[in-house]
């Protein structure tokens, strides 16, 4: 029987890591650990596929990468290391093939970097946002649901507000390309925001500002505009060009997935610019036009925004630029785009339930 050795494994989805237990094959690493209904599993990795992104006496990282995402193994145990290197060392071929590694990425294009300086800053997140309006579908939701999963890992969740927020949209009666998931998070913060992919997240303080299902309404319309029109996903490309353009250089799709998860925390100091916010501004109110929702409610919600300078919506990618111009451009669409309104008791119901 093989020996087995403790390890600590990062499955490429979470960002913390997990304690396993790795035994040597010949030609390949077993992982044995139990998932989060107490059964026992186990993952084989090939040695083929085994990149050594770490190795000293110490301590060794092994990176997987026939699997997105990658997956990671840090071992310190000495007899592992010593085992490791006895019988069991990847080929320095596996080592410097790990392209996904940032350090060798940086090395390896060091100097055409320094030569194409501008390129970097104005061509390349030209590129990206081609890309990003191209980006297939189906790997944007994918993603956006890892990510969201990220995003909202450590956050407290009001699940009976979340519950009602969603029967709320789905009383919207948008009709959209993406499957729309909400999530109320409990903070002190007002803030919300979209991610790729259809996932929107509320904090509740933003609610408790909110008079009526209208101002939510249009918050919600805004936000899943903005997801719509491929607008977070294009302003992550742009900010991530420099990354997207060496998965792109390499063919990689899903390692653009891989860069934008692995980059978060970095959300946080994305903006979006005017005409984007000026783009969704507009489509959330065809939104609202379209369900004969009342608009008053968008201008209602930027008038909070201008009540304290602690507010702000879609933080993560959003700055919400000239609030005075866009209550006006409000006010302007709804007197040059009139139309009936219906109440909805059910939204309003809904509306109740989250207050």
């Known amino acids: 029987m093989h020996k087995v050795y403790k390890a600590r494994f990062y499955n490429g989805i979470l960002s913390k890591a997990f304690t396993v237990e790795v035994s040597f094959g010949e030609n390949e690493l077993t992982i044995f650990f139990t998932d989060n209904h107490s059964v026992s599993q186990q993952l084989v990795w090939q040695k083929n596929n085994i990149n050594e992104i770490q190795y000293s006496s110490s301590i060794i990282s092994l990176k997987y990468e026939s699997e997105f995402p990658s997956q990671q193994l840090d071992i310190t145990d000495p007899d592992f290391i010593e085992e490791y290197k006895n019988h069991f060392k990847v080929s320095a071929y596996n080592r410097i093939t790990h392209t996904r590694n940032r350090n060798m990425v940086l090395i390896v294009f060091g100097v055409f970097v320094s030569l194409m300086v501008l390129s970097y800053?104005?061509?390349?997140?030209?590129?990206?946002?081609?890309f990003a309006r191209n980006f297939p579908k189906d790997i944007e939701i994918s993603m956006g649901e890892k990510l969201y999963q990220n995003v909202l890992s450590g956050e407290e969740i009001d699940s009976a507000k979340t519950t009602n927020i969603n029967l709320f949209f789905k009383q919207m009666k948008?009709?959209?390309?993406?499957?729309?998931?909400?999530?109320?998070?409990e903070s002190?913060?007002?803030?919300?925001?979209?991610?790729?992919?259809?996932?929107?997240v509320v904090y509740d303080k933003i609610l408790n500002d909110m008079n009526n299902y209208d101002?939510?309404?249009?918050?919600?319309?805004?936000?899943?505009s903005h997801v719509q029109l491929k607008h977070a996903t294009r302003n992550i490309f742009r900010s991530l060009s420099g990354y997207i353009f060496i998965s792109m250089f390499f063919g990689d799709i899903t390692?653009?997935?891989?860069v934008i998860i692995q980059n978060a925390d970095q959300?946080?100091?994305?903006?979006?610019g005017r005409e984007l916010?000026?783009?969704?501004?507009?489509?959330?109110?065809?939104?609202?036009?379209?369900?004969k929702i009342e608009g008053s409610g968008m201008s209602q919600l930027f008038k909070n925004l201008k009540k304290g300078n602690e507010i702000h919506i879609s933080e993560y990618f959003s700055s919400h630029p000239d609030i005075d111009s866009r209550i006006d451009f409000v006010n302007e669409y709804q007197k040059q785009n009139p139309y009936t309104t219906i109440q909805n008791d059910?939204?309003?119901?809904?509306?109740?339930?989250?207050?």
């Open 121 to 130: 800053f104005f061509v390349l997140p030209f590129f990206a946002d081609i």
């Open 174 to 185: 948008v009709d959209g390309d993406y499957p729309v998931k909400i999530t109320v998070v």
């Open 188 to 200: 002190n913060i007002e803030n919300a925001f979209a991610l790729p992919g259809g996932g929107i």
């Open 215 to 224: 101002e939510l309404a249009a918050l919600l319309a805004h936000e899943y």
């Open 255 to 258: 390692g653009v997935s891989a």
């Open 267 to 272: 959300f946080r100091s994305l903006k979006y």
């Open 277 to 291: 916010e000026h783009e969704a501004d507009e489509n959330g109110l065809k939104i609202l036009k379209t369900n």
């Open 346 to 355: 059910s939204m309003k119901v809904y509306f109740d339930r989250i207050k």
